[in-house]
């Protein structure tokens, strides 16, 4: 179901440039995205008029604005909820929802792991700051025990949802994550995302530079190579700036070890294999976090599976093969009628 | 011991009838809305006008005997139009003493009250709190009693099909409809044919039904304890092809009507919630008309679906009851700020909080009409009965699609389980419903999102249109362009070209039509489910010669362009609601009228004795 390409106009990032002023903070890692997604868009095949971006309350939530495209400014969390009803009005469109940490996994957090178990195809940027930004600096779901925060001047209190464990818990389809300070890997990542049948669902790490300037600064290019691990199917999983680290499995218990290093081979090291029928390895890796580990980026999961509008829609072409089309005056009729003379 | 009759026994005497009510009381596991229903469609097939109230607790199995357990279908069946399911029993069927005990005092003296001897076990007695039995006192003299050891009747009817006691037993309802049949002359075919259609696969219960259904109305043909048999002729309806409808069967009938004579997908999307989910239900059922029924993770996810397929140019509509209404008026908020179409149905039930589930109320109107933060306003409208429901909510469709707007109608749980016969219309006498698409051909350059038509509706352009690239949203938008703008001035007057567009749409729906003087001393006004009350308390005070008229009211927002005037008219106004005066607040507030209202408030509609009682002391002089 995936949208029609047909005679296309050759489109560049500039016919997805709105004619609204960009509102963001200067230095706001939303640029850095917005600035991907209109690269990435004009490569796909689909035409303008076909892409529908959802968003709900937040910072991220501005998206739809700045994208030529039709789009949707929701309420607060409602925003997987509301490209919902798009893409089951329409599943030729190629619909996108932006979003943030507390609108989807806070306030929005019922719509966001429903929209993953039935596999609804769209496309979910989850741009993760680890704070509340447009309300001006509260902790989010996501932050970070013990963080001082507007809201937590003692601390914050609350253990943190890890997105990617929340995602894969709910068998997410396609699972990813991509860092707004690597725009190569995020261009990557949402080329990949774009081509899923079924939910795609990305979380970004996102520099927020007023309320959590640098929360995510140990993925940033200097520190990046021993501090991430890129993902590759079918590739063991090596890091470190001279590639000599890697992930070794003990038991079910990810470790990190160095090659040529008491005895640890390449063929040691953990295989990636995104394609898993189970979730059970792209969950592991989602519960590797700095600094214990290098944080994983990349696609975690993309399994095939049907996506919830095509099972939908073959129920209506089912009921249709069964019962014909619906003719209206024969339901009205349907039942014990009796005649009145 | 009853001695079987000879052969040669004189016919049994039929008295005629014009209007029997009848009620079926029982456990909630005894089968009495089965046994109801095909009472009910027996009397409708037969050519009656039917008007039904089933009564059921929250609970779907209660413990066995106990007093809140007792669900009840009560059945008003004529030879004239009826428009209500009849305020006091000529006839019930108690299936044990629970069910005596909480229907009794709806019976009239000298009604026929037929019992199931079996189930006044002493347990059962002491579960229903009886200290004696009643069957042995003198409490049940003043009424026809029927003592009918129907459990043992119905095991021995049933006992060659090779059905465990247990589930021999469960077909004791049919027995006692088959009872109720005969005594009051209902063809038997329809229930039968239900019964192979409904058993058919297993042609064990199929058989017991049957043989339970043809032993009961046996019984009443040969045991002589009933000394006579009554008839209610034909009623003269107008002529048509007819059927039987509950309110929720006709909204999910109005609804794929509504999006076929608009050439529109239908998507539904909803959560389930009494008294609502028969529509989602009966819905899912109807894919082949390019219904897409979505059952949602929760009341916001069903509204804000509904909200992105109309976005994406689907005829949409969520259905729900009070609880749900309130966790969507969020949402509601961005339909109205993105002036998109949609149809909110709200089963009213009674409240606040999960208050009465199973129980009517009719009091969420004002929560529809003012519900939501902001100035945010949106059409209301009710259906007066559950055959009303069709054309409401077609007509709700209408003028979502024209003015583009979410409409709210409203109905409540004692219109959505309701039934009565519906006069099926003609393809032709459904106006199609024409929405009109945005294209980059029609809109010259620069496509406008919020430029208004004549009804200032704005342009509905769907995603997959070339050229009509737009954003919509939550923040207040420009006039025109639709850009998100914070001007004050501009803030004002979208919020006036909000309020003036939904006002426009009193010049497109009718006049509120008043029944009796056109002017006089007093006017009964009413809204949605209490119309049939009203009507036959009027029209019996109107058939004693008082000067009343009455006018019950499908458009609650906006209202009738005449309703000030009709109510200019009348020296007194009495407004009886199931809530505690919304429609009055709204009236007075609207009209500076000093209306007086008639509240009750206890999960169960309007006796027409209750209104008619009112009518009495108005028009004698007595202060409320």
Known sequence: ?341 | MVTKTQAVAQPIPIQEMETVTIRFAGDSGDGMQLAGTQFSNASAIFGNDVSTFPDFPAEIRAPAGTLFGVSGYQINFSARDISTPGDRLDALVAMNPAALKTNLQDLVKGGILIINSDAFTDANLKKAHYENDPLEGEELDGYQLFKIPITKLTLEAVKDTGLTNKQAERCKNLFALGVVCWLFDRPLDPPLNWIHQKFGKTPAVDQANTLALKAGYAYGDIVEIFPVRYKVQKASLPPGTYRRLTGNEALSLGLVAAARRAGLKLFYGSYPITPASEVLQELSRHKNFDVITFQAEDEIAAISAVIGASFAGCLSATGTSGPGLDLKQEAIGLAVMTELPMVIINVQRGGPSTGLPTKTEQSDLLEAVCGRHGECPLPVLAALSPADCFGMVFEAARIAIKYMTPVVLLSDGYIANGAEPWRIPGMDELPGLHPTFASAGTTGDGFQPYARDENLARPWALPGTPGLEHRVGGLEKKDISGAVCYEPENHQLMTELRQKKVEGIAKDIPLQEVHGPARGKLLVLGWGGTAGAIQSACEAAQAKGHDVAWATMRYLNPFPRNLGDVLKSYKKILIPELNAGQLLTLVRARYLVDAEGLNKMQGRPFLIREIGDRIEQILRGVSS
């Open chain 1, 1 to 341: 179901m995936s949208a029609s390409s047909v005679e296309l106009d050759v489109l560049t990032a500039k016919d997805f440039a709105s004619d609204q002023e960009v509102r963001w903070c200067p230095g706001c890692g939303d640029y850095s995205i917005l600035a991907q997604i209109k690269k990435v868009l004009p490569t796909l095949g689909i035409p303008k008029e076909k892409y529908v971006f959802v968003s709900g309350i937040g910072c991220s939530s501005r998206f739809p604005y700045y994208v030529e495209t039709y789009g949707i400014h929701g309420v607060h969390g409602r925003a997987c909820a509301i490209a919902t009803g798009v893409k089951l009005a329409n599943p030729e469109l190629s619909v996108w929802v932006a979003t943030g940490d507390g609108d989807a996994l806070s306030i929005g957090g019922n719509h966001f792991v429903h929209m993953l178990r039935k596999n609804i195809g769209l496309k979910v940027l989850m741009f993760n700051n680890r704070i509340y930004g447009l309300t001006k600096g509260q902790y989010s779901p996501t932050t970070e025990l013990g963080k001082r925060t507007k809201s937590t001047p003692w601390g914050s209190v609350d253990r943190p949802f890890n997105a990617l464990s929340v995602a894969i818990g709910a068998e997410a389809t396609f699972v990813a994550r991509a860092l707004d300070s690597d725009p190569k890997q995020l261009c990557e990542v949402l080329e990949r995302a774009a081509r899923h049948e079924g939910t795609a669902f990305v979380e970004i790490y996102q520099n927020c530079v007023v309320f959590n300037d640098g929360a995510f600064e140990y993925s940033h290019k200097s520190q990046r190579a021993d501090n991430t691990l890129y993902l590759e199917h079918g590739k063991p999983m090596i890091f470190g700036k001279e590639r000599e680290k890697g992930i070794r499995l003990i038991g079910t218990h990810p470790e990190v070890v160095t090659v040529g290093k008491g005895g640890v081979a390449m063929d040691d090291l953990l295989v990636h294999d995104e394609r898993a029928a189970e979730p059970t390895l792209a969950y592991l890796l989602s519960r590797m976090r700095h600094p214990e580990f290098p944080e994983p980026v990349g696609v975690f999961r993309c399994a095939e599976e049907k996506s919830y509008e095509r099972r939908v829609y073959e129920q209506v072409e089912e009921a249709k093969k069964r019962l014909g089309e619906g003719d209206l005056a024969g339901l009205l009729q349907s039942g014990e009628a009796w005649e009145i003379t």
